[in-house]
Each structure stands twice: as C-alpha cells, then as structure tokens.
C-alpha cells in the first residue's frame, strides 16, 4: 500500500493535501506521469480546513468535477459572520463574479477523495499512502528524487524524478531536508479543536466570535459543531491540564446555548493544532519546489490556506507542465512558479497578520473576566452598513488575490497514455 512499482517518474509530490492532491491531479490530465506520497493511509484527519472558495469552486467547474462536488454533503456559506463584543460584521459572497456565490464547507477528507479518485483515473497517475518522505537523493546542489518508507512494511524505496514538489505542510520534511529556513512572524495563538454536539434549535450557522473572554469559531457540520478555541501561544497544555475546565468555562462564556454538553468535554477530546505564519525567501533549489504551507505557512483567520495551496498547485502545474513534456525543468521554470504567486501569498499574510494584530491578539482572554469588551476594528465599525464594502471583503476572502485558472498547457494531451515516462 506504501509503495509504488516504478523507480522513476517525472514528477514527485511530497504531501497529499489540497495543494498536492490537485497538483497530481492537474499532471496527470495534462499526460504528466506523477506520484503523489503520502504518509498517512487516508484522508480521515479530522483537524483541517473544511473550507472550499469560490475560486476553487470555479477550478472544479473547468476540470468537469463541479457536479460531484455538488454531490458532496456540504453547507453553504453566502454571509460569514464576525461577532465582537459592540456588534457584528458580516461578509457578504453572494455578490460574487462566476457562479458560486458561496463559500463550501466539506469535510477535507471528502474533498481530498474527490480529487484522489479524478486523479485515479489518469493512467498518468500514483498514489502511495502510507508513504512518509524521509529524504532527498541528491547529485550535488540539484535533488534527484526522494527517500520513502512504506510505513505499512517498514521498508524503504527510493523514487528519482525530473521535479520533487514539496507539498508536505508547514513542518514540511523536504524543507527541513534541504536545511531552508522561512522567516516566522510568531503567530500569536494556537487552536483547539473539539467536537461539540449539535441540537435541534442551535443557531444554524458558522459563527467567528472575538470577544476580551477569548476567540472562538463554531463550524456547523450537521450533527455536530467543530468548535475551535484561539489560545494563547505555548499556553495550550496548560488550558488541558484540569481536564479542560478551564476550556469548558470559556467556551460556556461564548457560546452559552453549548452549556450543557460541554460538560462531558473533557482533555482527551481536545486537540492541540499550532499555528505559524512563515514564508521562505526562495521556493525552490535545482530539481525541488515548494508551495503550499510548505513555502508560507499560513494562519487559520480567514480560513484561505487551502484555497491559496490549490492557486499555488495551478500554477505550478501550469509551468512544470510543459517543462516536463520537454523533458527538462530548469532553475527558469521553478523562479516563474514563486514569483507568479508571490504577491498573493505576502498580500495575504500581511493582511491575516494585521488581523492577529488588530483583534486576535486581544481575543485570547482565557477563563478569568474580561477587563473590557473587546471592540470592532475602527475600519469594520465604519464600513459594516456598507455594501460594497462588505462584498468587497467577501470577494478578498471568498476569491482571494489573483485567482488561477487551467489554461493551455494544462490541457490533455491524450488521457489515455503518459507523456513522458521516468
Ligand atoms: C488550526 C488551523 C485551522 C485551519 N483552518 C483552515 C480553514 O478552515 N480553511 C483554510 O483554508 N485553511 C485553514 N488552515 C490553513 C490550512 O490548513 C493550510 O494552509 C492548508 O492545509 C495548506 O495545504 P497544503 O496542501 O500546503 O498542506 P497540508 O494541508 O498541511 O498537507 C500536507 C500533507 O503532507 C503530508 N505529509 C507531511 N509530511 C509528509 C512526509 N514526510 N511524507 C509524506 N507526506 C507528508 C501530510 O500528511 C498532509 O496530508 C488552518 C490552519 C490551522 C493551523
């Protein structure tokens, strides 16, 4: 289940998250052969983002998977909204160009299946799970291929290629391997994560609250709410240690209609997620590229690491693609991916870092009384009674920055048969 047959492919995806189970997918159409390793044996985490945009949305409509997307169970958001302590702020994606006036909330894993079983079938494509990359073969400055354990057997492969594509997250495995270091900006908090039941009667949509008591996001996933509680950074362990009553005690402060099943929250059904905002100066070295979190590990607020991920995955395909119909990926090709999404990815750390600035930072009371209540941002307060301001803040949300699309050199060549075979 671990391994793969071949010795040599022409593309290597490290990681089979959003950003590398579309970059697979988005290869193999194209006539690429490609494997994809992933260290775990599914897609049944239960801890990431649920959020699928507008934008991808769009993606899945060109690649003909709009309608079993559509078949996925899922909730639709048309408003997304904000609850401080003096009032709401609600962006608004109704008004959105294209389509899909909504951001889609479906379970990853569900998500991740999908695109696994498009990609599956391309004869162009491999899948190992339980694959987990532990090094890079390498002829002097340039990586030629990966070292892998199929953690089912315990046995270790190696895989040479034309490209390795780091796709593995933010405590990315090929990063550390090829020893870069991304500048961290110190995110301030970290999540937990617990399952809270859901009732008949329970206000019916995803909420983000900030309040001076602490942050919480609740995501309606039909019979139960994720529910994620913002904590300050390092004090995770702390918060679990009585059991989570001090967890129990803050999300009853924000969420009082959860009262009564909070009660059974206990430690073990807390998770712990860090959280990091980073990014590397340069994403690639000869023979290696990273995107996703892998390049810029990007906060939770505002829920776009995915969507971004999958907008790196598209261009990436969109220029190793014809390199790898060539036969050769230059230094050249890798430099177009990173500079194509730069701005992108600085433009929206910044502004999630102006968030964890403005409001996060202040919303990580924990279990004692707030000393005052924490307020919109002046900016929000002014504009919130503003329609197009608030559609505006959907679309940067909902789209984001430079949008990718399929183009030209991700069209088919011949489904049926690899291009070009390692
Ligand atoms: C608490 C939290 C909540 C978040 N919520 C949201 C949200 O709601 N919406 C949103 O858009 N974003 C959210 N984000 C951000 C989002 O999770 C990331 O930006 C996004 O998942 C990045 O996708 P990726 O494909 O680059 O990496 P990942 O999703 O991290 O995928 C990496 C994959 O690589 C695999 N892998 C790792 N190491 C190896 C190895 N050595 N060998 C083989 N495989 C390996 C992993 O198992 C994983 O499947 C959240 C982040 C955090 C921390």
Not at 217 to 246: F, M, N, P
Not at 306 to 318: E, Y
Not at 361 to 380: F, I, N, Q, V, Y
Not at 403 to 411: D, F, I, N
Request: charged share 25%; with cysteine.
């Amino acid at each position: 289940m671990g391994a793969i047959t071949k010795t040599s492919v022409p593309c290597v995806v490290v990681g089979g998250g959003p950003a590398g189970m579309m970059l697979g997918l988005l290869l193999a159409r194209s006539g690429v052969e490609v494997a994809v390793l992933e260290k775990y044996p599914d897609f049944l985490r239960d801890f990431r983002g649920d959020t699928v945009h507008a934008s991808t949305l769009a993606l899945l409509d060109e690649l003909g998977l709009g309608e079993r997307f559509a078949a996925l169970p899922q909730r639709r958001l048309s408003t997304l909204t904000m609850r401080f302590d003096d009032g709401e702020f609600h962006q608004d994606f109704s008004r959105l160009p294209g389509r899909h006036g909504h951001i889609a909330m479906v379970p990853q894993w569900d998500f991740l299946d999908l695109l696994a079983g498009a990609a599956e079938e391309s004869p162009c494509f491999h899948l190992a799970r339980d694959a987990e990359v532990t090094d890079l073969i390498r002829e002097g400055e340039t990586v030629r291929g990966v070292r892998y354990t199929d953690r089912d057997t315990g046995r270790e492969h190696t895989l040479r290629a034309a490209v390795v594509v780091a796709t593995d997250g933010r405590h990315s495995t090929v990063r550390d391997r090829l020893g870069l270091r991304p500048k961290d900006w110190g995110a301030a908090h970290d999540v937990l994560y617990m399952r809270v039941p859901r009732e008949l009667g329970d206000p019916g949509h995803t909420v983000l609250r900030f309040s001076a008591s602490g942050g919480l996001i609740l995501i309606d996933r039909g019979h139960y709410w994720q529910t994620a509680l913002l904590i300050g950074k390092g004090r995770a362990e702390a918060a679990r240690a009585d059991d989570g009553a001090s967890v129990r005690a803050v999300v009853t402060r924000l969420a009082p209609h959860l009262a009564d099943r909070m009660a059974a929250i206990g430690a073990k059904d807390i998770a712990v997620l860090q959280v990091r905002i980073d990014r590397l100066p340069r994403w690639w070295v000869p023979g290696a590229l990273l995107i996703g979190d892998a390049a810029h590990a990007m906060s939770p607020i505002a829920g776009v690491g995915v969507n971004l991920a999958i907008q790196d995955a598209v261009a990436a395909a969109r220029h190793l693609t014809p390199a790898l119909r060539r036969g050769h990926v230059t230094d050249r090709d890798l430099g177009r991916v990173q500079r194509r999404r730069w701005l992108p990815t600085v433009l929206t750390q910044a502004a999630q870092r102006a968030a964890q600035r403005r409001f996060v930072a202040d919303s990580l009371g924990g279990a004692e009384a707030p000393a005052a209540p924490l307020r919109m941002p002046a900016p929000l307060r002014v504009l919130r009674h503003w329609k197009g301001f608030t559609r505006l803040a959907g679309r940067a949300v909902a789209i984001g920055l430079r949008p990718e699309h399929l183009s030209g050199a991700l069209a088919p060549l011949d489904r049926t048969r690899p291009h070009m075979r390692g």
